[in-house]
């Protein structure tokens, strides 16, 4: 992602994150994110990586682990030898064209730039923790990622806000633009992708860790939010079949 003509402060992962403009930022897309304040002009360019392509490449651990912890990678200096911003675009209208030798040309030059962010260390973490004196919203997001795993509810959430329930499932849906629970939901799903893309655990470890009770729901969930099922989704990183 890169923002063009002005910053940007995003929510990502129960944190927030402001973006200058002109700047390659790398997060975990399927973490859910949403702009919470952005300067008038600012406009978002968006490529969507796989992550099964990510990983074949072998990236250095580092930034392999970084993206997998849900860190937030942003270019501290202009791309080089060609603006990111500039590179995204062209990325973008190769990738309208549905064509396949398009799309290994945005392949290369996609890796080719990540490898060269990666040797340079040239990123660094933008997440910033609650400040002292936060908001209401930003103790209940706060509070979401410190216990999102262990699904509590609405009304917990809100306690620790120091808000009523109904007061805060209002509040929570106007600043994200989605329900609480589907908030949590995603961000439990989100986890449970990123461990069925790291490590042999199975499902049924997998599902408690993320703080579900029932093998239906979890299913049903990653269906919903992943768009296949754990297996599925698994067999893009590992050759062999997933423990259950």
């Known amino acids: 992602m890169v923002f063009e003509h002005g910053h940007v402060t995003m929510l990502y992962g129960g944190r927030t994150?402001?973006?200058?403009?002109?700047?390659?930022?790398?997060f975990w897309g399927a973490m859910p994110h949403h702009a919470l304040e952005a300067q008038p002009r600012a406009l978002s360019h968006v490529l969507y990586l796989p992550v099964s392509i990510l990983m074949q490449w072998q990236l250095p651990t580092w930034f392999l682990k970084s993206l997998m912890d849900f860190d937030v990678l942003i270019e501290t200096t202009p791309g080089a030898p060609a603006h990111d911003l500039d590179c995204l675009k062209h990325w973008i209208r190769l990738l309208e064209r549905r064509?396949?030798?398009?799309d290994r040309i945005v392949l290369l030059e996609v890796e080719a730039r990540l490898r060269r962010m990666a040797i340079d260390r040239s990123a660094s973490s933008v997440l910033a923790p609650r400040a002292a004196g936060a908001g209401r919203f930003e103790r209940m997001v706060e509070a979401i990622a410190r216990r999102c795993m262990s699904a509590p509810t609405v009304e917990e959430i809100a306690n620790e806000a120091g808000l009523s329930r109904a007061y805060a499932a209002r509040l929570f849906r106007r600043e994200t633009g989605?329900?609480?629970?589907?908030y949590m939901t995603r961000q439990r799903i989100s986890h449970a992708q990123r461990l069925l893309a790291t490590t042999d655990l199975g499902v049924l470890d997998i599902l408690g860790e993320c703080g579900f009770k029932s093998p239906t729901?979890?299913?049903?969930?990653?269906r919903r939010f992943a768009g296949g099922t754990p297996a599925r989704y698994r067999r893009r990183f590992f050759a062999r079949p997933a423990r259950s």
């Open 17 to 26: 994150m402001k973006v200058p403009p002109s700047r390659l930022v790398l």
């Open 99 to 102: 064509s396949v030798e398009a």
């Open 178 to 182: 989605m329900p609480m629970l589907e």
């Open 217 to 222: 729901r979890f299913y049903a969930a990653f």
